[in-house]
């Protein structure tokens, strides 16, 4: 029981460790639910829908979800395509945003989109992003089905925690950040990261549609 008990513990530090190594990283779902935080808009419906779209695909990924994408290319180049797309209108639009920096401090005060608005959002930065599928089906997917067994499940366990924590500290955490971003200057500089970063990703993801 000992034994099993630590190849278990094992299995599910091995999932924790891979997911917070490719989670914890400067990208477009990330910047969107860290700008949540710091306006604190709908903060708990952006967590827990980007928890259970990882947590999806995750499962999916170790059950065997990563073969299957692998047989379809035009898919991989379908979703390059529309998330390259989706990432350099919005990256274009947060370059526009960080021009007016008083427009930024204020922006919390009204005219932000509701629930179902931001929601979609969510979807749109977490599913029409490929390297949200290169990370948690493919890359997570295939490291997962190679667990003997049960400790499948436990390592699947342990990446979903991964994804729990990164984006519960990304999202409530953020309000810590408030007092600096209470300055016009800081959210212009947020605003100009994550142009840039969306921008740069956008435009990566565009010719792998075509090639």
């Known amino acids: 029981m000992h034994a099993g008990a630590s190849t278990a513990a094992a299995a599910f530090l091995s999932g924790l460790g891979l997911g917070l190594g490719l989670i914890v990283a400067i990208g477009a779902q990330n910047a969107f639910v860290l700008r949540q935080g710091l306006r604190r808009e709908h903060v708990a419906a952006v ?11 995750i499962a999916g990924g170790v059950a065997g979800m990563a073969a299957v994408l692998g047989r379809h290319a035009w898919l991989a180049r ?9 990432l350099v ?33 969510a979807a749109a930065f977490t599913l ?10 493919l890359l997570v997917g295939n490291v997962g089905a190679r667990q003997p067994g049960a400790l499948r499940a436990v390592f699947a366990l342990g990446a979903i925690c991964a994804s729990l924590l990164w984006f519960s ?14 300055r016009p200057r800081a959210w212009q500089l947020l605003e100009l990261l994550t142009g840039g970063t969306l921008l740069v990703l956008g435009l990566r993801l565009l010719p792998q549609a075509f090639g």
């Open 78 to 86: 379908a979703l390059a395509l529309a998330g390259g797309l989706f």
């Open 47 to 57: 967590v827990v829908f980007c928890l259970l779209a990882d947590a999806a695909l």
């Open 89 to 121: 209108v919005y990256g274009v639009r947060a370059l526009l945003r960080a021009r007016d920096a008083q427009g930024l401090a204020a922006a919390g005060d009204g005219g932000a989109p509701g629930l179902r608005g931001t929601l979609a959002r």
């Open 169 to 182: 500290l990304l999202g409530f955490g953020a309000r810590w950040l408030a007092p600096w971003f209470a």
């Open 128 to 137: 029409l992003n490929p390297h949200v599928y290169l990370d948690t089906v």
